[in-house]
């Protein structure tokens, strides 16, 4: 689908009593010295060994196998299963102790010291180990944010965000990201994605914009099945398939500014105010394609739904995900996402499991969790039937995964991550998914014979371009990881005629340049932490620009953000402006567009705004300085 279309289709058209907290605390303190009373009983069930059981035989269904295998375990190893832990919370030995379903590493949660792709795969097969060598021997899941490429890991590729995707609107190049995304994740034994995001942003003052495709549900929609089509391949148990994560559910793109309650956030984990109608048509729309293309893990919403958080909302999960829309997957909370349904932990896990959430994200305290949701089973206020569903959809989609008969991925080797191949494909995402705002006085393409002079921090800044979710959480900046920046890709275009200075002072070559190229934008940021309401250019920024204006015949500004930013009195400094988003690690796209080598072909995902008083702008209904589909291509 173009962007024509999806313009055309926009025109026609959210304990309670004492003991059990003190209960709680006391149980918690004692872990540390006391072996919980689960591992004792476990210690005289006999070990299953015996290969024609059916859970173990590969030729009958995965619900098959998985209903067998219910049937064979204790309350204790049910509960494990529905448990889902960050791996520097772990203890040697919690892993069997408390039969855990699965491990994560959180943002930056690579191994300690040793950040390669030998190092995560050397890491995760001895987690396996461990739960292997239980009683009834159940894999672990491990998932990862592989949100723009396998981020965490130092020397894989890394490819634009999701908002630079949307620009690019091709979903054949999508599903080929998704499939090398999963080729070098699965290279490190790692099966499971917390991806895509199908949020469908509408306020760009939120610090996750650039983790969705854009603002329309169509373009969301379509760009989000593909990524999964390449992300799970046509069988999911093929050892280089990854189980995609549709995630947020649901309304996490709508919220409001200034109804979150978490930290410092403004808008993100927020409140979605709309009615059902709307819920349906620009926030849900997306989950329908992508259910459609075979994924089988949903992630629930740190936001709420007018008023009602989502980790805890029976209608939507029950009601509309399991029931209505046929999802028979898993469904799994974000990070300590139940924690907020209620001021009491144990209200919260009652109100979270009965509301749908099959595994529980509690990156600090499994025992806790598991402690609450045996007291709530034991007092009645959550049935064994609906442990046993939750349990059911996990270990269906761990058969369905493949992970009982190949759970280190053994044929697969990390030679593959960050193969000049994939970055090759990188780079033409970069190239495909940059935006032409402006060209004045034919200021692009570049002649390659050009003087050109290249200021701006952030022309050299592997981190920058590569934003938030890459090494670490919020990402940083620096030589991160391996790759190309802005001004390297130019150089090996424009050779010497090439010249860089942070600083622009180019007054010491005592002549003026062809062209001048200033690279500004975001520092990186995740999250709500990157919410915000001040999106002008930097005074920093704007002083560049007029410094290099008068040393150069032509000015090219390049930015580099998450977002779009607000441009409109800068804009006629410059004779050129282009959208970069965050590229990723293969900045020569950027250059090779500048140059004319491949040309401009993206779109603006979302509308750009004048000023900041018109956001957000689906609300004002203000005129924007550049509309959604926006986009100049040169002849």
């Known amino acids: ?37 689960v591992t004792e009983v476990v210690e005289t069930l006999p070990a299953v060994e015996d290969e024609t059981i059916d859970y173990l035989n590969p030729a009958l269904s995965s619900e098959e196998r998985a209903e067998d295998l219910l049937a064979r375990m204790t309350l204790e190893e049910k509960l494990g299963q529905m448990t889902l832990i960050e791996k520097g919370s772990l203890v040697s030995g919690d892993i069997a102790r408390y039969y855990l379903g699965g491990v994560l590493s959180g943002g930056g949660g690579y191994p300690a010291g040793y950040n390669s792709p030998d190092g995560w795969r050397d890491m995760v097969v001895e987690f396996q180990a461990e739960a292997l060598d239980t009683r009834l021997g159940i894999p672990i899941i491990y998932g990862v944010d592989a949100v723009h490429g396998h981020n965490d890991v130092k020397g894989a590729v890394i490819f634009p965000h999701n908002i630079g995707l949307g620009a690019a609107a091709n979903p054949a190049l999508v599903e080929q990201i998704g499939e090398i995304t999963a080729l070098e994740t699965s290279a490190t034994a790692i099966k499971w994605n917390y991806a895509p995001v199908l949020a469908v942003v509408q306020d760009i003052r939120w610090g996750r914009t650039y983790e969705s495709y854009g603002e329309d549900p169509e373009l969301v929609g379509m760009l989000g099945e593909a990524y999964i089509r390449g992300l799970q391949g046509e069988d999911l148990s093929s050892p280089t398939s990854v189980a995609a ?9 709508g919220t409001i500014w200034g109804t979150s309650t978490t930290a410092n956030y403004m808008i993100d984990q927020g409140d979605t105010i709309v009615d059902e109608e709307t819920l349906r048509e620009i926030h849900l729309a997306p989950y329908y394609p ?26 939507l ?33 009652v109100q979270s499991v009965n509301a749908g959430v099959d595994m529980n994200m509690v990156p600090y305290n499994a025992n806790l969790f598991i402690f609450s949701l045996q007291s ?35 044929s697969l080797d990390t030679s593959i991550v960050g193969s000049a191949e994939h970055r090759a494909v990188a780079q033409e995402a970069v190239s495909q998914s940059l935006v032409l705002l402006q060209n004045e006085n034919a200021a692009l393409p570049i002649d ?21 979710w890459t090494i670490e959480w919020q990402g940083r900046s620096g030589y991160i990881t391996t790759g190309t920046t802005i001004v390297e890709g130019l150089e090996q275009i424009g050779g010497e005629n090439v010249y860089y ?28 932490v990157g919410d915000s309401d001040d999106l002008e250019l930097s005074e920093t920024d704007i002083a560049l620009i007029e410094r290099m204006r008068p040393q150069v015949d032509k000015l090219v500004i390049v930015l580099v953000s998450g977002r779009p930013l607000i441009i409109t009195e800068q804009l006629p400094l410059a004779d050129a402006w282009v959208a970069a988003w965050l590229p990723g690690t293969e900045g020569q796209g950027v250059a090779s567009n500048l140059y004319g080598e491949h040309p401009f072909t993206g779109k603006l995902p ?3 705004p004048r000023s900041i008083d018109q956001l957000p702008l689906n609300e004002t209904g203000a005129d924007p300085l550049f509309a959604f589909g926006y986009g100049l291509e040169i002849d």
């Open 1 to 37: 689908m173009t962007f024509t279309e999806l313009l055309e289709r926009r025109a026609i058209k959210k304990l309670a009593a004492i003991w059990i907290v003190i209960g709680l605390l006391i149980w918690s303190a004692a872990c540390a010295s006391a072996q919980p009373p």
């Open 317 to 349: 999960i029950n009601t509309v995900l399991k029931g209505e829309m046929g999802f028979d997957g898993f469904v799994v909370s974000d990070w300590q996402g139940i924690d907020q349904v209620a001021d009491n932990f144990y209200d919260a896990v």
């Open 448 to 468: 390659k014979n050009a003087t050109v002079f290249v200021a701006g921090v952030d022309a050299d800044d592997i981190g920058v371009q590569c934003g938030g």
């Open 501 to 528: 200075n942070r600083f622009g002072k180019f007054e010491q070559f005592g002549q003026q340049g062809d062209v001048g190229i200033v690279v500004i934008g975001e520092s990186p940021y995740a999250e709500g």
């Open 376 to 410: 709530a089973v034991e007092n009645g206020d959550i049935t064994e039937e609906r442990i046993n569903d939750a349990v059911r959809r996990i270990l269906t989609v761990k058969f369905i995964m493949g992970l009982f008969e190949d759970p280190n991925l053994e």
């Open 290 to 315: 992508a259910l459609e293309a075979g994924a089988k893990i949903v992630m629930i919403s740190f936001s709420s739904w007018n008023g009602e958080k989502m980790h805890g909302h029976d209608y």
């Open 606 to 608: 979302v509308s750009w």
């Open 245 to 253: 994560t549709a995630k947020h559910f649901v309304g996490d793109g």
